[in-house]
């Protein structure tokens, strides 16, 4: 395998754990969460970044810690559910490696994301709907992945799975 892998979806998709069990498959591949790396560069959970600073002020850190991490080679890059939305971090991430848009309905991201009060653009009286206007905001760009995975129907070995044999196919 040449190519480097990225992680696009809405929060609560997946991106990180099927990246960590991914690179548990592919030891070779440096598995990298950029809000995980992020937190560590500022000592700032996101949620206190966007407290304390702002949403512009975040995305810029997301848009340098895109820009310092898609070098090299065998790497796999999860990104923040935003960072997509920004036409040059779309740009660097889908010249970068295989970016796989994993996709999940409305019902199953609530579901996942119900107890999780870490996440600063769903903390409202009304999150399922801030979700439901966010995943109809996003998913324009999200479908210019290269791969769209479905996940609504998969377990974590399926959703990797798909994602080894879109890899493999490529080197084809």
Do not use: W
Not at 51 to 73: A, M, P, Q, W
């Amino acid at each position: 395998m040449e190519s480097n892998i990225v992680l696009v979806g809405m929060p609560a998709s997946g991106k990180t754990t099927i990246g960590m069990k991914l690179s548990e498959v592919l030891r070779n591949y440096a598995f990298i969460d950029t809000d995980r790396l992020i937190e560590k560069t500022t000592g700032m959970q996101i949620r206190e970044i966007f407290e304390k600073h702002s949403e512009d002020y975040f995305r810029k850190l997301e848009y340098d810690t895109i820009k310092l991490v898609c070098n090299g080679k065998n790497k796999i890059i999860s990104i923040g559910g935003g960072a997509f939305e920004n036409p040059d971090n779309r740009s660097t991430l889908l010249n970068f490696g295989r970016v796989f848009y994993l996709k999940s309905n409305l019902d199953v991201l609530y579901y996942r994301i119900s107890d999780d009060n870490s996440r600063p653009l769903l903390s409202s009286q009304d999150p399922k709907t801030v979700l439901e206007k966010l995943l109809k905001k996003r998913e324009e760009n999200y479908k210019k992945a290269h791969v769209i995975i479905d996940t609504d129907e998969l377990d974590e070995q399926g959703i990797i799975d798909l994602i080894l044999g879109s890899i493999n196919a490529t080197r084809t």
